[in-house]
Nanobody, 122 residues
Framework: QVQLVESGGRLVQAGGSLRLSCAAS????????VGWFRQAPGKERELVAT???????TYSDSVKGRFSISRDHALNTVSLQMNNLKVEDTAVYYC????????????????WGQGTQVTVSS
């Protein structure tokens, strides 16, 4: 099985940048699809970005052009580079992984990180 550990969340000013990392151990992580979700208090969990084992990416409309997801197979890590941050980006961010891309998109992936808090101040 795969264990995911997230890091990088912190308080940041609006307009600033932040990079989140998801480090994996165990399993065959390099063959899994990976996604980043976020959830703010009182709001539904939102899919932010995905990346396939081959490097194909998708983004939600709310972050397109500002966020970039990437993976380093050698290091077993997936990163989310967040630029031009907005107050509405404030949320707990989670990474998830699953052999099935559809499961990642649906939020039913088998593996999840613990979440990391991103707070954007005005």
């Amino acid at each position: 099985q795969v264990q995911l550990v997230e890091s990088g969340g912190r308080l940041v000013q609006a307009g600033g940048s932040l990079r989140l990392s998801c480090a994996a151990s165990g399993g065959t992580f390099s063959l899994y699809a990976v996604g980043w979700f976020r959830q703010a208090p009182g709001k539904e969990r939102e899919l932010v970005a995905t990346i396939t084992w081959s490097g194909g990416t998708t983004y939600s409309d709310s972050v397109k052009g500002r966020f970039s997801i990437s993976r380093d197979h050698a290091l077993n890590t997936v990163s989310l580079q967040m630029n031009n941050l907005k107050v509405e980006d404030t949320a707990v961010y989670y990474c998830t992984a699953d052999p099935s891309f559809n499961a990642v998109v649906a939020g039913t992936g088998v593996y999840w990180g613990q979440g990391t808090q991103v707070t954007v101040s005005s």
